[in-house]
Structures are given as C-alpha cells and as structure tokens.
C-alpha cells in the first residue's frame, strides 16, 4: 500500500471518530434526571396504556371506552396520599393524559410535580409488521419525534419511554429484527437528548413461547449487545439515559419453572456483559408477571452477589395496578381502598430495589393472578 493511500485511511479513521458529545449543561440536566429517576428505594410507575388498551381494562370493570373513564382511573392513581412518592419517582404517561386535570381542574402533569413525581412521556407509535423478516415487528413513530419531544417538554414531561419487543421463538429474534431494534431505539434516544429529554430505552424480549432460561439469557445478551452498539454509533450520552428490559425468565410455556434465585443470576449475568457501567439505572418491566412474583425476582435481583454498576429497579403497569382495577371495580366508593393497593404496591418494590422484601409480607388483592396475556399490547 502506497503512502498517500495510508494518509487517506488514517484521516478517514480519524473522521469517523470526530463528533461532540451533548454541551455541558445538557448533560448536567439529563443526568440529574436519569438519577433521580432511579433514586434509591423508588421506580416507575407505568400508566402509559394506549386508549384500546385501557379500553380493554375498562370494559373488565364494566366501564365504556370514553375519555372521562379514563381520566377518572387515571386520576384514581394521581390522587393517592403523597406516601406514593416514597416510592414511586416517576410516572409514564399517554399523549392523551398529558393534557387532563383533575375534577377540581389541575392538570395532572402539574398534581404529579407537587408530589415531587416526575412526569414522562410513551413516545411510540405502536408497531407494524417488519418486512419479509419472521413474522416480526418493527416500532414506529420516529419522523415527528422531535417535534413531539418539544411540545411534550414544554408540557413538562422530562423523560420519554419507547418500546421494541422482540419474540423468541425456532428462528427468532432474527438478525433483522435485531439490527432493527437497535438502530430505531438509537435514533429515539438521539433524538430524545436533542430536546433535553432522558430516553427510557425498552427492548422487551417477550414472555411469548415455550423456551428455557438458559436460551432466554442468550437472546437477551445478543439484544443488549446489539443495542448498545447502536447507542454507541448514534453517539447517544449514556450517563442521561436509562434501560428498561425484560427479566431473564423462562417462556410462558416452558415446563421447567426457575426459582428467583435462578432468574436473578441469569439477569444480572446478562446485563453485565452487555449493558456500560455508565448507564445510571435499569427499572425492569413485568413482561406479564403476577404482582408479588415482579417483586420477589426484582429482589432476588437485587440481593445476587455480584458487582451491579447500576441502580436496579422497577417501571412496572400491570404488576402495580393489578390489585388496583381489582378493587376499584370502576366504583367511586371504592377509590380509597384502590389508592391503598397501589401505595403497597409500590412500598412492596421500593423495598425489593433495595433487596429487603420478605416474600409475601405485603398482601394486595391481585397479588398472585397472572398478569399474562400473548401477544401484549400497551
């Protein structure tokens, strides 16, 4: 190789490695509020179900699909005594509940700030076929992002959440799939940070199949290897964002069950060789786990003998609101006791994310009912 066709590859090299990170006071913002996002003894609570999926709760408690019924359970939750935000640091919110008030007239974004909760955001659009891949999905919602971003900030939403999910079954996730996802949760986190947003990044394996544990780990290391790779490229500043994955748990369908214990040291394997040390938080879905089981695995998580860089917790939906719409039942008289369900809830994972939760100490009214459902959509 000549010299001069040295002197072009060495100024490409260095070319390639040539861009900026996110000026100072950014990243200052971003990373305060990733991290208090993931403060010690608090998570997330997820209420970011689209209208038909809360449609589909609603009609369960005899209720109609209408804006002001779900307003109403929505406001049910934002109106629990302040003892909620003990443990609960942050609320995932629908476009559509960013801008309700309360029957009195406050807007809930503004009753959550006053509760020293931090409102967020789901920015996806749902998925749609992926093309000529296995029967698979791609996330959209990207092209307006920005924009959105903006005018949900100027709202008052600090963080934005956007989910990929990803089936494992005979020949799947594919290769496709998987460059997919991390290329569009890279660009979602890019653009996030572009408007001063902390991006929730969710690459949820599904609980969909009968596979073990053990092939469960793999796919999720691949996907997280992927992922962050990805990140990386789209030179996304790590310390302001945070992960929201699946548990390393076996399919629905395998007939070898794993013991906490097992699905603890199978997660947290797989999340130290695949996730930076840089990243401040990881708040774990429930992926259709039964209230008290998200919780003693999120505390076997947290008590497993290994380095864990990051703070471990929880952004759950279904396994914080299970025993919720179980005692509402849809019925004013019932909105107290429904707010004392959500609230032990919640103080059952605070203490699970500091690993002090005794199995079966804090009783709720759905606590052991499946919250599984194939092919889930939010």
């Known amino acids: 190789m000549n010299e001069s066709l040295l002197q072009t590859n060495f100024v490409n090299q260095k070319m390639s490695t040539h861009f900026s990170y996110p000026d100072t006071k950014l990243q200052e913002l971003l990373k305060k509020t990733a991290e208090a996002i993931v403060a010690p003894g608090k998570g997330i609570l997820a209420v970011d179900e689209s209208n038909e999926g809360i449609g589909k709760l609603l009609a369960g408690v005899g209720l109609e ?27 995932i919110l629908f476009d559509e509940t960013v801008y309700q008030k309360t029957d009195g007239g406050v807007p809930f974004i503004e009753l959550l700030k006053s509760k020293n909760i931090i409102p967020g955001i789901k920015v996806d659009r749902d998925v749609v076929p992926l093309y000529l891949s296995e029967d698979e999905v791609t996330t959209q919602g990207l092209d307006d992002l920005a924009q959105r971003c903006a005018e949900y900030k100027k709202q008052g939403c600090q963080f934005a959440k956007w989910r990929c999910p990803l089936k494992i079954g005979d020949h799947t996730p594919s290769p496709q799939a998987i460059h997919d996802t991390a290329q569009v949760l890279a660009r979602y986190a890019s653009i996030c940070q572009s408007q001063g947003v902390v991006p929730i990044v969710e690459p ?26 990805s990140l990386n490229d789209h030179h996304v500043f790590l310390e302001g964002t945070l992960l929201k994955p699946n548990m390393v748990t076996p399919g629905q369908g395998c007939l070898t069950r794993s013991a906490p214990e097992e699905i603890a040291e199978a997660t947290v394997t797989a999340l130290l060789r695949g996730v930076p040390a840089a990243v401040p938080g990881i708040a774990f879905l429930s992926g259709g786990q039964s209230e008290e089981e998200a919780t003693v695995n999120l505390d076997a998580i947290n008590k497993v003998q290994k380095k864990k860089p990051w703070t471990l917790t929880f952004s759950y939906g279904r396994a914080l609101q299970a025993s919720v719409w179980k005692t509402w039942a849809g019925k004013d008289e019932n909105v107290k006791k429904a707010q004392a369900e959500l609230i032990k809830r919640a103080k059952a ?30």
């Not at 109403?72 to 109106?79: D, E, N, P, S």
């Not at 596979?211 to 996907?223: A, S």
């Not at 994972?349 to 959509?377: E, F, P, Q, V, W």
């Open 65 to 91: 699909n209408t804006e002001d019924n779900r307003r109403r359970y929505r406001q049910l939750l934002f109106t629990s005594d302040d003892v909620l935000s003990e443990n609960i640091s942050a609320v």
């Open 204 to 229: 949820d394996v599904l609980l969909d199949g009968d596979h073990d544990i053990v092939r469960t780990q793999k796919v999720t290391e691949v996907v997280l290897a992927a992922v962050y790779k």
């Open 349 to 378: 994972n605070g203490l699970a994310s500091l690993g002090k939760y005794d199995a079966g100490t804090i009783a709720t009214a759905a606590g052991d009912s499946s919250n599984y459902s194939r092919n889930h959509k939010y």
